[in-house]
């Protein structure tokens, strides 16, 4: 299937016209020389040459052209796509990176501005991450972020959205009423609590920011950093409302 969102509109429009200016002068150009009549004749006086059967090779050949750009298109269109999920995804854990992030974060702002559909940012950040790094190693370090994934995706609504925003900090996005929302953070934090690691215990902190008309992206950003400041302060592995 040709991937039609990779085809650059306005070139895709000015090209088709270029073809179809082109072939109109060609067209009048023909016609003023009768140059089919000409070809008819000089395939009579040569008809040994078999001359006539490039006629119908030349529409399959158009046709073969037709065909093969086609092809072409549609596996270039395969590959872009291919390259635009990489360009979203991050590498460890394959959640949403940051770029990607930013994008869905303003496409919720947006609908919320236009249709108030109300959603809550959950900014989430492992405790004591430096410590775990430090006593098990790195590679421990990624198994643990790999499996924070894996848990938020499990017990996430579908109609939310995670984005690793940077080293062991996260960001979910949830449609949700407030309460939902706070009831959704706190069951995620006792589930990481005792899902995330079985050599030691490991908890997370959450800070919980909703969507307020007359915010703007980066004040509902802030507030939700504001209120995992507020939940590391408060003896960490908790929730804070901002």
């Known amino acids: 299937m040709l991937h039609y969102k990779y085809l650059h509109?306005?070139?895709?429009?000015?090209d088709a016209l270029w073809?179809?200016?082109?072939?109109?002068l060609l067209f009048v150009f023909f016609a003023q020389f009768d140059v089919l009549e000409l070809i008819m004749n000089i395939v009579k006086e040569h008809e040994h040459w078999e001359l006539d059967e490039f006629l119908p090779l030349g529409g399959t050949l158009a046709f073969s052209?037709?065909?093969?750009?086609?092809r072409r298109l549609a596996e270039l269109g395969r590959v872009t796509q291919a390259f635009e999920d990489?360009?979203?995804?991050?590498p460890l854990t394959n959640a949403l990176n940051r770029r990607a992030g930013q994008a869905v974060l303003y496409n919720f702002f947006n609908r919320a501005n236009?249709?108030?559909?109300i959603f809550f940012l959950l900014q989430?950040?492992?405790?004591?991450f430096k410590r775990i790094n430090d006593l098990y190693g790195p590679s421990v370090g990624d198994d643990i972020l790999i499996n924070l994934v894996n848990i938020i995706r499990q017990h996430s609504p579908v109609n939310s959205q995670l984005i690793h925003w940077h080293s062991d900090n996260f960001i979910i996005v949830l449609p949700a009423s407030p309460t939902l929302a706070y009831e959704f953070a706190n069951k995620l934090r006792k589930v990481i609590e005792q899902q995330l690691f079985s050599t030691d215990t490991i908890t997370c902190s959450i800070g919980l920011a909703p969507w307020k008309k007359g915010l703007s992206m980066q004040d509902i950003l802030h507030n939700a950093e504001d209120a995992l400041l507020d939940a590391k302060a408060a003896n960490k592995n908790t929730v804070k409302v901002a």
């Open 9 to 14: 509109r306005s070139t895709f429009i000015r």
């Open 19 to 24: 073809l179809l200016a082109i072939n109109g």
């Open 65 to 70: 052209l037709v065909i093969f750009t086609y």
């Open 86 to 90: 990489l360009a979203k995804r991050d």
């Open 114 to 117: 236009r249709a108030g559909e």
């Open 124 to 128: 989430l950040n492992v405790d004591n």
